[in-house]
């Protein structure tokens, strides 16, 4: 498998830019340099930009003024769409759930904050090592995948390079609009073998054929957020859409923290209960294995 994320289709022109970048540029200000190197798609590439009085000229007529890039720099927590009328924080509330969205800066690809908590480990990681560790876990890619909770999209677009087909569902229509505005996943909505759906995958998994699926990636929220996403009648749910010797990887949570080993041993119990069988604790990537 291709080791990078995003790998699939373009950055659709997005104009990104986190603190990193924005004290670069300001460094290089001070310094009184003409230009400088920076990234203004959070870390996928670099490009040369001139730097002026007024600010950082991005196109012929059009500048991010100093003042912006300010404000950009001093918010460690924020990522910016940045187009020729401003300005703004890559950050959504959710009437549906009521939960701010907020896509977070790493030194790699974002994550996203999710009413202030990371979906990705970033502690002695990135989200890139983070969602790659997960796919690996699942072993083999080929045919039907299901990829239970989107998220920002990272594992659906990884598994798309080698699945004939990846279907992933997503609760909340806001994560959707996040997506389209992060250059690391905005593909997702322009990869053809990728469908993604919205609504509750506890719902929407009923209405899958049996035996519908080769493979299951399966990483939902925290288990306080998505406790029916842990439950038996849901894992026997995903084991008849699995086809019989199709693997699944549970994402749980650290499995040596005093919680995370309690819900990984509930986990473990109830997925065989559930039909799964070599239950298996992949400790690198945070979850266990199964097969249908």
């Excluded at 404000?71 to 701010?100: H, L, M, N, W």
């Excluded at 908590?117 to 969602?131: E, G, L, N």
């Excluded at 080769?214 to 998505?226: G, K, N, Q, R, Y």
């Excluded at 086809?243 to 041993?265: C, K």
Aim: glycine share 8%.
């Amino acid at each position: 498998m291709n080791e990078q994320l995003g790998a699939i289709g373009d950055q659709s022109g997005l104009i990104t830019l986190a603190h990193p970048s924005a004290r670069a540029l300001l460094t290089a200000r001070a310094q009184f340099a003409p230009d400088a190197n920076v990234s203004l798609d959070l870390n996928r590439s670099v490009v040369r930009v001139t730097l002026t009085t007024a600010g950082v000229q991005i196109r012929d007529g059009w500048s991010i003024s100093w003042d912006e890039v300010e404000r950009i720099a001093g918010d460690d927590a924020g990522c910016y769409a940045c187009t020729p009328t401003g300005i703004r924080k890559i950050q959504a509330f959710s009437e549906a759930t009521q939960r701010v969205y907020t896509l977070y800066p790493t030194t790699g690809a974002p994550t996203m904050l999710i009413s202030g908590i990371p979906m990705h480990r970033i502690k002695d990681t990135d989200p890139q090592r983070d969602t790659l560790s997960k796919v690996r876990a699942l072993g083999r890619i080929s045919g039907r995948i299901l990829d239970t909770c989107t998220g920002l999209g990272y594992t659906a677009l990884a598994m798309a390079q080698q699945a004939a087909q990846v279907t992933t569902v997503e609760l909340d229509p806001v994560v959707h609009t996040i997506i389209r505005q992060n250059p690391w996943s905005c593909a997702l909505f322009a990869t053809p073998n990728i469908t993604p759906l919205i609504g509750d995958v506890a719902e929407l998994v009923e209405g899958f054929a049996d035996a519908a699926f080769d493979a299951i990636l399966h990483d939902p929220p925290m288990f306080s957020l998505a406790g029916e996403l842990y439950a038996r009648t849901f894992y026997q749910q995903l084991h008849r859409v699995l086809r019989r010797g199709g693997r699944l990887f549970h994402y749980i949570g650290n499995p040596e923290s005093r919680s995370g080993a309690t819900i990984t041993r509930g986990v473990i119990q109830r997925l065989g209960e559930a039909g799964f069988q070599r239950v298996q604790l992949r400790v690198q990537a945070f979850g266990v294995t199964a097969i249908a």
